[in-house]
């Protein structure tokens, strides 16, 4: 019923910008938050930024400063301002929401990834 569709990813060169976008689509009564993971070979998924519906946001330390996270509640939509990219952000990233059905049923969801490469 509920899926998170994601679109943004790419091929860039340090420095650049991207914007990742999510989407919410399906029987949603309310989105507790929405947020984007990432994922680099050999390594942990991590948190990259995070935001409620009521505007609360939450950055790595490693991306303060160089990428913003901003939603619209009306589409049911966050997206990812990435600046200044750097190699090491290369990782697949992911869309991850809390949202609460229309039965009120609460439920974690993850997109499916998009791929961000940065070369140096």
């Known amino acids: 019923q509920v899926q998170l569709v994601e679109s943004g990813g790419g091929l860039v060169q340090a420095g650049g910008s991207l914007r990742l976008s999510c989407a919410a689509s399906?029987?949603?009564?309310?989105?507790?938050?929405m947020g984007w993971y990432r994922q680099a070979p050999g390594k942990q998924r991590e948190l990259v930024a995070r935001?409620?519906?009521?505007?609360?946001?939450n950055y790595a330390d490693s991306v303060k400063g160089r990428f913003t996270i901003s939603r619209d509640n009306a589409k049911n939509t966050v997206h990812l301002q990435m600046n200044s990219l750097k190699p090491e952000d290369t990782a697949v990233y992911y869309c991850n929401a809390d949202i609460r059905a229309t039965s009120f049923t609460l439920t974690n969801y993850w997109g499916q990834g998009t791929q961000v490469t940065v070369s140096s």
């Open positions: 399906g029987s949603i009564r309310s989105i507790n938050f």
């Open positions: 935001i409620t519906t009521g505007g609360i946001t």
